[in-house]
């Protein structure tokens, strides 16, 4: 068949090439660089985490809703001016964390899209011939103590499967001497692994995509031609593309496109920041997600990286510097070795558009009106992490083969 996957960030990249690897024609439409700067696949904290199975909404967090929307520069923010438009989205942010039960059911539908993910991804990369930006060196969390470890919720990690190796004090210095003195308690969790060039990985993907067949068009869909619930073409900015089947993969902007064929999700964009520090002065062996800071920090190609904040404020809104300016300053206090003041030149900013359900589940499935095309986007904190996966999950959809994961909970109609 002849299937058009719209967006190529990692979502759309890994599709594509298990669409290829099904014997499909595809055509990717996607109107800036592969992996360019505007994707989120691009700027990420790079991590390939296995213990990623929980959403960002937890019991009772409704009661932060006033200092989110009183503290613009919080490590969650909501803009006044678009809370309106929000509403409905936090309203099922807040009910689907509302109780342990349904976090633990979201951990174990995400639990099949993870576990696996720096094997996947490693294969992938190999395939593309960049085999070495994949690292499975595990990720380290690091705590003030034992207990803000034993706060967080690391119980439904290990009843779905995850496991990890903890270290006192002594092993932490050890393991990581760049972190501060404040830390003093860590969780190794081996099987996890990273990135070091997201950006590069999909522009890669595509190029070895194109190198088997697939075509790329510089265009930006704006829709479908149906003939009753059949697909005909996709409408892009550039002209109709005939087909038999498309992908939407567009990330935090697929909600239109899922509109026309019937499914209106609720997707809102998480925007993250990120600063990269050229030739960090120390940084730390492996990932390390301090758990005071909310963040990833990453040697990556370009530097540390330090990934993180959430700000809910719409696909438009200029992004607010400070929030990464606020990163790189948590940076200096979590590695002392790193100079005060730096320069400008050494510290560059970055803001992308995480695609975020209420629930922290991805939309991947068959669209309600129209089942020859298949939404793929949604995945919010992990869309690296799961890219691989959802890219064999949705091949498999459209080739109609009996799925290895279950895609139940991740259907797009849960929110019509
Ligand atoms: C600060 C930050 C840190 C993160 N850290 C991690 C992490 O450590 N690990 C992890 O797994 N995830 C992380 N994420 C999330 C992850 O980056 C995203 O979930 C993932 O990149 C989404 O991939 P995608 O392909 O769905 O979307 P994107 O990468 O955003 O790609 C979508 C593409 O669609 C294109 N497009 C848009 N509209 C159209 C249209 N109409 N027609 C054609 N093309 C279109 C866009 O140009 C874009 O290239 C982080 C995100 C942020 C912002």
Redesign the pocket.
Known sequence: MHVVV???????AATTLELLRDGHRVTI????D?G?E????????????TS?VLPVTAPGLWKKLPGWLADPLGPLAVRWSYLPRAAPWLWRFFRAGSSQAKLRAIARALRPLVHDCPVRHKKLAEEAGVGELIHQTGCLYVFPSRADFDADAWAIRRETGTTWIELDENELRQREPALDRRYRFGVIVEASGHCSD?GAY?AALVRHAQALGAKLVR????GFDLDGPRLKAVR?DGGSIACERAVI?????SRE?ARQVGDRVLLET?????AVISSPEVYPRIPVMPSDGKM?NVMTAHGLRL???VEIAGLAAAPNWKRAEILRDFALSVYPGLPRNLPAERVKFWM????ATPDGLPCIGPATGCPDVVHA?G?????????AATGRLVADIVSGKKPTIDPAPFSPARFN
């Open positions: 719209i967006g190529a960030g990692i979502v759309g439409v996607e109107p800036g592969p360019g505007q994707a989120a696949s691009y700027g990420n904290g790079c991590l390939l985490s990623s997201p999909v265009s930006r869909a704006q892009t993969a567009a990330g935090a902007w496109l998480e925007r993250g920041y990120h990833a990934a993180g904040q992308g558009h995480r695609p986007y995945h919010g904190h992990i869309g690296l992490i799961a890219g």
